[in-house]
């Protein structure tokens, strides 16, 4: 049994483009545009019902209308590894004449011989990362520095861009050193942090082990006289006075 046609215009024909990032949701248009004298029934669908979003996935097309679906595809941790492997078909039928009451019991109903369809492969483009942008502003510098290079023989292509992948090289080179220099810098601006508070730690324990022993060395080096009560020292004073007074006479 031979295929029926597909009567309606569908804009891209071929496949839809879903441009990265891929942390929000990312939207892609498809319009079908009827260029018949009928009425088209349409239907929107997917292998990956749980990752798509369609609105409107079904309706009804008067002669000469266009409708545009949008197809918005669900956030998700983007792989470019994993091969993709979702699709989408569109599925057309000419409508009865008359008003239609239930287009899900006329899907239901419709014999296979009077549906057509049309299938659209999806596409992930690659988002932009760092390495990108990275590769990006090494090419701006080449083209900036591209002055002070020695001018080449417009005859010598090949050395123009052996030139140009040498320089190129060069600023690489210049990154990764000044990526290591600034990683060394920070490792010894950890190291001297690190040792001026050990040093602070020294210090406050020298000066609290320091404390006793200067108390002690006072008490020692106190006069032996300063510990005799008062009373003692003018009763001996007394004795010598009375030994004096009798040698005296």
């Not at 008062?230 to 009375?242: E, S």
Request: charged content about 25%; proline content about 8%; aromatic content about 4%.
């Amino acid at each position: 049994m031979s295929k029926n046609e597909q009567v309606l215009l569908l804009e891209p024909p071929n496949e839809l483009r879903f441009r990265g990032p891929f942390t929000d949701v990312v939207t892609a248009n498809l319009t079908l545009t009827n260029p018949t004298m009928s009425r088209v029934c349409f239907k929107v669908k997917t292998t990956a019902p749980k990752r798509y979003c369609v609105r409107p996935n079904s309706g009804l097309l008067e002669p000469g209308k266009a409708v545009s679906v949008a197809v918005m595809l669900q956030p998700f941790d983007y792989d470019p590894n994993e091969k993709n492997k979702h699709k989408f078909m569109v599925q057309t039928m000419i409508a009865p004449d008359g008003k239609i009451e239930n287009q899900e019991a006329l899907w239901k109903d419709a014999p296979a011989e009077k549906l057509m369809d049309s299938k659209l492969k999806c596409v992930f483009e690659m988002p932009v990362d760092m390495n990108n942008a990275n590769n990006e502003e090494i090419t701006k510098q080449v083209i900036s520095d591209r002055q002070t290079l020695p001018k080449a023989n417009p005859a010598d292509p090949v050395g123009e861009y052996r030139k140009l992948a040498e320089e190129c090289k060069r600023l690489q080179s210049e990154k990764s050193q000044l990526r290591e220099e600034n990683s060394q810098l920070r490792t010894d601006n950890n190291k001297m942090k690190e040792e001026t508070v050990r040093l602070r730690k020294v210090a406050v324990s020298d000066t609290v082990s320091s404390t006793p022993a200067s108390s002690a060395l006072s008490v020692k080096s106190a006069s032996p006289i300063s510990n005799i009560p008062p009373i003692v020292l003018a009763i001996v004073a007394l004795i010598l006075g009375l030994i004096l007074g009798k040698v005296l006479l």
